[in-house]
């Protein structure tokens, strides 16, 4: 399940996230920068790489009243500032990554994309992917990448459930490439999670694919007796079950996992949560210091 806003634009929200990104990767890539002969090469990789420039929805100026069609269905959107999106955010950092792979399924997402190919010229490698996410990293992390002499972060980014558990797998098996995820707890998951537990078969197969076990079910649901019998009932703190059941997994697939930082909509409604995780300690460390600041779930980092 995915939400995309038809008009392009991106909510106010995006900046924290985009500041989260661009702190953790000025950091990554310090860490990185006098290691010696045996790193040959860092990559960032955008899975879901967006425009590199987005207007912000910052303010819904007033709907007019009583005008010839009678009052206005929706208030019209304001938009005052661009943001720039996680390509220029990782290519605009003070020690650049020796390259970067931008990869977007829409044909005029990429086209943007290869826009900054000319922009930012020979000061920057950049290679543009048009396809499916998965299949790229598939191909990417199984296409002779010398993983003893490479590190790379992936920055995980879609609109809802699009990465199964499956690609996480692929990225953790190199021991050398970091996440940062977004993990759509309030904006995809928690919409399928229906009160009555009758999830239509189709959606219970998408969520079997995004965990990459069955096992949510018992996280989100329990079974309660009552006069008439057995009834199933979602469990008032599926959130937290599921987000600490996710980060779980994860620590297991790369070894460390951060807090996870929760990203609201001004409304004030959870929509989801950054996560990072990671091979090494150091990673760690930084991811902490960052996804912390934030408001978060608390919870040891390991
Ligand atoms: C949330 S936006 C990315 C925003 C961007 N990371 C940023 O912060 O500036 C998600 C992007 O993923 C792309 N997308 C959706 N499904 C995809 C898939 N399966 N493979 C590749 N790109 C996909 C969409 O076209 C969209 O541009």
Excluded: C
């Excluded at 992390?141 to 699009?162: E, I, N, S, T, Y």
């Excluded at 649901?221 to 008439?228: A, G, R």
């Excluded at 987000?243 to 779980?248: A, H, N, S």
């Amino acid at each position: 399940m995915s939400k995309r806003p038809k008009d392009n634009t991106v909510g106010p929200w995006a900046k924290e996230k985009l500041d989260a990104l661009g702190a953790y990767l000025n950091y990554y890539t310090r860490r990185l920068k006098n290691q010696g002969h045996w790193l040959k090469g860092t990559v960032f990789l955008d899975a879901f790489a967006g425009p590199g420039l987005s207007p912000v929805r910052t303010q819904e100026a007033p709907a007019t009243k009583g005008g010839l069609f009678g009052d206005d269905a929706e208030a019209e959107k304001v938009q005052v500032e661009f943001l720039k999106g996680s390509p220029r955010v990782a290519l605009d950092i003070a020690n650049p990554f020796t390259s970067y792979i931008f990869i977007d399924m829409d044909p005029e997402r990429a086209a943007d994309l290869h826009a900054l190919e000319v922009e930012y010229g020979a000061s920057r490698r950049i290679i543009v992917v048009e396809a499916d996410a998965n299949a790229a990293i598939e191909a990417w992390v199984a296409g002779g990448v010398d993983w003893r002499h490479h590190r790379a972060v992936a920055f995980l980014d879609p609109f809802g459930m699009q990465v199964p558990w499956s690609t996480i797998e692929k990225l953790a098996a190199t021991r050398a490439i970091e996440v940062i995820i977004n993990f759509p707890l309030g904006m995809a998951i928690q919409r399928l999670l229906v009160r009555s537990g009758e999830i239509p078969e189709g959606w219970q197969m998408s969520l079997n694919t995004f965990f990459g076990s069955p096992d949510w079910r018992e996280l989100a649901y329990e079974e309660k007796n009552d006069l008439f019998g057995g009834k199933v009932t979602k469990v008032h703190d599926s959130s937290a079950r599921l987000l600490e059941w996710y980060r779980g997994r994860l620590r297991k697939a790369f070894g460390h996992v951060s807090t996870a930082r929760l990203i609201r909509n001004t409304r004030g409604n959870p929509l989801y949560y950054l996560i990072w995780a990671g091979p090494h300690r150091a990673g760690l460390t930084g991811a902490e210091h960052i996804l912390s600041k934030g408001e978060r779930v608390r919870n040891s980092p390991a």
